[in-house]
């Protein structure tokens, strides 16, 4: 009887020592293996971009500031969202949240532009910059709207073709300033363009293109519109 429980026991062992010699990860490979994904982008739904803001609460008692909702997509793999609203491409309000929408102070007749960036332990991605226009009286002349811009990555040619939209709450007519990085490195740099696209740009497959665009007005009001695209594989 003690033989066979022995035997049993050393049956065991020897499988324990199988099992353990199998795996031959270390932890760093362990931990390697654990899926470690960004933030995808956030879409922002509020305030309308491009447009006077409709959305808006009054300040009791405070006639120069008005209350603004701003509201955004939920993305994934995200701890938080980080709202950051700029006046003259000057930081006016920065908040971090956890949820999907966040209420601030601004002033009456003014164009913000805005961005969310959501976050985690692993890295941030940031949103297009959208734009919009506080309620109230207007001030000698408004800053344009952040442009929307669009991309075209056309595979039979492998050419790209860069468009954006600028508007102006004064009609005034804009000039624009765009810059494009390949891969953190500057291809192109055009000032006071009057055209609303720039096109036959040759670009490499599965890479990242960084696109500004100023727009800018007759007074030295201007916006900024940042975004960024992948070109396919």
Not at 79 to 94: D, F, G, H, I, K
Not at 183 to 204: H, L, P, V
Request: one cysteine or more.
């Amino acid at each position: 009887m003690i033989y066979k429980t022995l035997k049993y026991f050393t049956s065991l062992l020897l499988l324990f020592v199988c099992l353990n010699s199998c795996d031959k990860s270390t932890p760093e490979e362990t931990e390697k293996q654990i899926d470690k994904e960004v933030p995808t982008k956030v879409t922002g739904t509020l305030p309308v971009n491009g447009e006077p803001c409709s959305e808006f609460e009054l300040i009791p008692n405070n006639d120069t500031k008005v209350s603004i909702l701003f509201k955004w997509n939920a993305a994934q793999n995200t701890v938080n969202y980080t709202l950051e609203v700029l006046l003259n491409n000057q930081q006016a309000v920065s908040s971090t949240v956890g949820g999907l929408e966040a209420t601030v102070s601004l002033d009456r007749g003014k164009t913000y532009t805005w961005t969310v960036t959501s976050k985690n332990e692993f890295g941030t991605t940031e949103s297009d910059t959208y734009s919009f226009t506080t309620p109230g009286l207007a001030e000698v002349n408004y800053a344009p709207y952040a442009a929307e811009i669009s991309t075209d990555f056309n595979t039979l040619t492998q050419l790209l073709t860069i468009s954006w939209i600028g508007t102006d709450e004064d009609n005034d007519l804009l000039t624009y300033d765009v810059t494009i990085t390949e891969n953190e490195s500057e291809i192109i740099e055009e000032s006071d363009i009057t055209d609303n696209s720039i096109s036959g740009i040759e670009y490499n497959s599965g890479t990242e293109y960084y696109i500004k665009v100023i727009s800018k007005d007759s007074t030295g009001s201007f916006s900024v519109s940042e975004i960024t695209a992948n070109s396919p594989e």
